[in-house]
Every structure is written in structure tokens, then in C-alpha cells.
């Protein structure tokens, strides 16, 4: 049996509606185990026989698709990828004046060298990117609803999908599941 933390993106925003409630009795009727949720952004944790973060992906992704209709991407980490994400991210110093907040883009991929580098190189005042592994750091001194660097920027910059947490989250999730 294997354990992951599976993050949605884009539920519960721009009307598109997933009750955590139902989506835990969803992946529990399709045998996913232990399934818990944290708070209504589609952050989940579950156990499964699967042992590939790819097939989870795409099991969590294509179940709740189907039960909310309409496509969900699910990306998901082991559970001890939360601590050692926080603990780089807390290493790495603030640098970007007046930074406000971090938040980080989990990708359902890692980025080519000339991606991560691009994104890297993001010239917008008051934010920065930063690609840890498969994942972002996003450095704001900027209202993050104003920010020009968002999801889907990224997204599109890097080529993969992904789905951005705070560093709250981030932390509770990884004090929580990442043992």
C-alpha cells in the first residue's frame, strides 16, 4: 500500500464546485483508503494499492472528474516530500523586498532546464519564481490577487500543469500528513 498527498487545481473557484465530503466517499468507493481531506481546496490524503505517483494521478484526477463533470488534474507527492519541501523553501532567504508571502506551484512535472530557467528569469516588480525539483516557489511583495505570475502563467511558461498552495497550507499539510 502506497500513501500520497493529492492536490486538486481549480476546485471550488470560478464555479466549479467539488463537496470534499462527496469526493472522499468518491475515492473511497473506487478503493482508495484513509482518505482525509484538508480544508475545501482539494487537498487530500489517501492510500491506495498503486505505487505510481502517475497512476494516482490519473485515478484521483479521472475519478472526481467524472463525479463533478467537468476535467480535474490531481498531481500528487509522498507524504515526506511536504517536510523536506518546507524545510528548502524555509532555507532559501527572503530576498524580494517587501515580501508579503510564498506560495508554491505543485507541477505534475518537472520543467526542462530552459523552462525553469525562463520562468526564473521573470521580471515582473514585487514577484519572483524559483524552481525547486518539480515544483515553484513563488516570492510576492504584491497583493496576490494583483500578481501577474499566477497558475496559469506558470503553466503556460513551464509547459506542465500545476496548482498553487500557500505557504499555510503548505505547512499545516506537511504537520499533518508528512510523517
Not at 500545476?162 to 506537511?174: D, E, F, I, K
Request: contains cysteine; aromatic residues 6%.
Amino acid at each position: 500500500m502506497g500513501t500520497f498527498v493529492v492536490f486538486l487545481r481549480a476546485v471550488n473557484v470560478g464555479g466549479r464546485t467539488l463537496k470534499m465530503a462527496e469526493a472522499r466517499k468518491v475515492l473511497q468507493d473506487n478503493d482508495f483508503r484513509d482518505v482525509e481531506s484538508h480544508i475545501q481546496t482539494g487537498n487530500f490524503l489517501v492510500t491506495t494499492t498503486m505505487r505510481s505517483i502517475a497512476k494516482v494521478e490519473q485515478a484521483v484526477g479521472g475519478l472526481l472528474g467524472e463525479h463533478a463533470g467537468y476535467d480535474i488534474v490531481a498531481i500528487a507527492r509522498r507524504p515526506a516530500d511536504l517536510p523536506a519541501l518546507v524545510a528548502e523553501v524555509d532555507a532559501i532567504p527572503v530576498a524580494l523586498k517587501g515580501e508579503t508571502s510564498r506560495y508554491v506551484s505543485f507541477c505534475a512535472a518537472p520543467p526542462t532546464a530552459d523552462r525553469a530557467a525562463g520562468l526564473e528569469e521573470w521580471d515582473s516588480a514585487g514577484e519572483r519564481a524559483r524552481v525547486i525539483g518539480k515544483d515553484v516557489l513563488m516570492e510576492f511583495a504584491v497583493p496576490f490577487h494583483e500578481a501577474k505570475l499566477t497558475g496559469p502563467r506558470i503553466e503556460k511558461v513551464l509547459g506542465v500543469p500545476g496548482t498553487a498552495r500557500n505557504m499555510t497550507v503548505v505547512r499545516a499539510l506537511a504537520q499533518k500528513w508528512g510523517t
